[in-house]
């Protein structure tokens, strides 16, 4: 099996907030194909955090994309000064929740989308999560932290009333860690 | 907590395979943002096939958003001649593997990336998958099919062999329907 050849990329868009390129690519078939999309997008982080009383921490948030009020574990974009998915994810952690912790265990680094979408996911576990600054929110975050039992999680993924692919893979790869 | 408003759309590109819309939108606090990017994606399937004898049935594939050949669960987007989810389901399976089976449980409908994306992503067990057919691949497809044990899952997601986030998520949810 091999990796497609891209012969050549138009730029389609080019806004800080989206960027979508147009590929000529040449299969390992010799088959050329000149208009295969790629959305080129940040990486993203997401933590879940524990507290040590058992509760995860979790935020409500509206959500364009799908134009639905959803719940999700904390995370986003990294910014260009972060200097690592670490840093990004405590940045992302104080600045939506207002929670910090001692120390982010790493996960896993996953893709979203690959067949569409450049980025990864970098999945952190924020064990002894507590409440210690005031949030402060990007221009288009209005976020509801919550703090929900780590073992009523599973129920909430039943009921899909968490129904977002990152929470639910993260929080069971948080289990994992954590032994559960 | 309340939804944003729409206030006008603007189609950025509007090719089959690719819908960028740029949305002006009014938020809760009365802020107007003029360039909210939403990307308009058709709903996509996600199948856990798994064999009478205990193994997963996977594929690996070239994907040109991420640049790399990745092993996941079979799925793909939804068809206009799909008249349901458990349909498009079907038909992946059969075309991408040559696997069919009697039964196809919905696990739950989650949203890949609900900030930017408006699609969901529908999650089916296929519990007693056999290899059925002979394989039917779009032009963009290559793929390879390996079973691989169920019980060696969570080890291949720990070493990052299995590195997308619905198959990991997928995993997780097909472990605890079947009571694993």
């Given at each position: 099996?091999?990796?497609?050849?891209?012969?050549?990329?138009?730029?389609?868009?080019?806004?800080?907030?989206?960027?979508v390129?147009?590929?000529?690519?040449e299969?390992?078939?010799g088959?050329?194909?000149?208009?295969?999309?790629?959305?080129?997008?940040?990486?993203?982080?997401?933590?879940?955090?524990?507290?040590?009383?058992?509760?995860?921490?979790?935020?409500?948030?509206?959500?364009?994309?799908?134009?639905?009020?959803?719940?999700?574990?904390?995370?986003?974009?990294?910014?260009?000064?972060?200097?690592?998915?670490?840093?990004?994810?405590?940045?992302?952690?104080?600045?939506?929740?207002?929670?910090?912790?001692?120390?982010?265990?790493?996960?896993?680094?996953?893709?979203?989308?690959?067949?569409?979408?450049?980025?990864?996911?970098?999945?952190?576990?924020?064990?002894?999560?507590?409440?210690?600054?005031?949030?402060?929110?990007?221009?288009?975050?209005?976020?509801?932290t919550?703090?929900?039992?780590?073992?009523?999680?599973?129920?909430?993924?039943?009921?899909?009333?968490?129904?977002?692919?990152?929470?639910?893979?993260?929080?069971?790869?948080?289990?994992?860690?954590?032994?559960?």
């Amino acid at each position: 099996m091999q990796p497609w050849k891209t012969l050549k990329t138009d730029i389609e868009i080019n806004n800080r907030w989206c960027r979508v390129h147009k590929d000529t690519v040449e299969l390992p078939s010799g088959k050329v194909i000149d208009d295969y999309f790629v959305h080129i997008r940040p990486d993203v982080v997401l933590v879940l955090p524990v507290t040590d009383e058992g509760n995860a921490v979790m935020v409500r948030q509206y959500k364009h994309g799908a134009r639905e009020i959803l719940l999700e574990f904390p995370g986003g974009f990294f910014d260009p000064e972060d200097g690592s998915a670490a840093e990004a994810a405590a940045r992302e952690l104080r600045e939506e929740t207002g929670y910090t912790c001692d120390k982010l265990e790493p996960l896993t680094a996953v893709y979203d989308n690959p067949t569409k979408d450049t980025n990864k996911i970098y999945f952190f576990l924020a064990r002894g999560a507590r409440k210690s600054h005031d949030t402060e929110f990007d221009t288009t975050e209005e976020i509801e932290t919550v703090e929900i039992p780590f073992k009523d999680i599973p129920q909430l993924i039943r009921e899909q009333k968490i129904k977002v692919t990152g929470s639910v893979a993260i929080y069971f790869m948080a289990a994992m860690a954590m032994g559960i």
